[in-house]
T-cell receptor, first 106, second 124 residues
Framework: AIWVTQSPSLLPASSGDRVTITCRVS??????LAWYRQKPGKAPELLISGASTLQSGVPSRFSGSGSGTEFTLTISRLQSEDFGTYFC?????????FGGGTKVEI | EVQLVESGGGLVQPGGSLRLSCAAS????????MSWVRQVPGRGLEWVAD????????YYVDSVKGRFTVYRDNGKNSLYLQMNRLRVDDTAVYYC?????????????????WGQGALIAVSS
């Protein structure tokens, strides 16, 4: 199985901050990596697929980069609606695996 | 509008069985891979199972192999998860999710729409 590790697990931040979350995987997944955000009590929502392709409707302050085993999600200027927990997920091979999550909080 | 609505959750004793259903609408259900993902409240996400467009191929996380079965009825736009020999550690919110990927392009395995989730509690 391909293991997925995110850091940090907790990210205190303020509105307007630039924040970066890192995702590392245990073997090369090329660019088969997705990012999700989850608000409390809600289902996750897909932000980025293919490591860097923004989903329709996702603001341009979000960006994804990386390939192989190291990836980053960057929010250029944090807005109040961006607080929540972010997960990365590899989909190069089954079983699919998620990272443990990064909680972005005030 | 894409909608996925899970039903069938509830409390069950260890060793028992339960079937989750997911009613899909707003898209051509038979053209998409579909998935189940679960989450222990307050914890991370765990992929459970995937099924291809016509139901001829299925994939499972090791911890549910031999106990859970994913299947679909394209005529009813519905996805199912039959869960047998349930264990306490199967307790979670189970999400039905749509996979926008295409197998031929090696892009299956991520999830662009999710249901609201159904809670399964396994306890004596």
């Amino acid at each position: 199985a391909i293991w997925v590790t995110q850091s940090p697990s907790l990210l205190p931040a303020s509105s307007g901050d630039r924040v970066t979350i890192t995702c590392r995987v245990s073997q090369d997944v090329r660019t088969y990596l997705a990012w999700y955000r989850q608000k409390p009590g809600k289902a996750p929502e897909l932000l980025i697929s293919g490591a860097s392709t923004l989903q329709s409707g996702v603001p341009s302050r979000f960006s994804g980069s990386g390939s192989g085993t190291e990836f980053t999600l960057t929010i250029s200027r944090l807005q109040s609606e961006d607080f929540g927990t972010y997960f990365c997920q590899q989909y190069d091979k089954f079983p699919l695996n998620f990272g443990g999550g990064t909680k972005v909080e005030i | 509008e894409v909608q996925l609505v899970e039903s069938g959750g509830g409390l069950v004793q260890p060793g028992g069985s339960l079937r989750l259903s997911c009613a899909a609408s707003g898209f051509a259900f038979s053209n998409y891979w579909m998935s189940w993902v679960r989450q222990v409240p307050g914890r991370g996400l765990e992929w459970v199972a995937d099924i291809n467009e016509d139901g001829s191929a299925t994939y499972y996380v090791d911890s549910v192999k031999g106990r859970f079965t994913v299947y679909r009825d394209n005529g009813k736009n519905s996805l199912y998860l039959q869960m047998n020999r349930l264990r306490v550690d199967d307790t979670a919110v189970y999400y039905c999710a749509r996979d926008p990927g295409v197998a031929a392009a090696h892009t299956v395995g991520h999830f662009d729409f999710w249901g609201q989730g159904a809670l399964i509690a396994v306890s004596s």
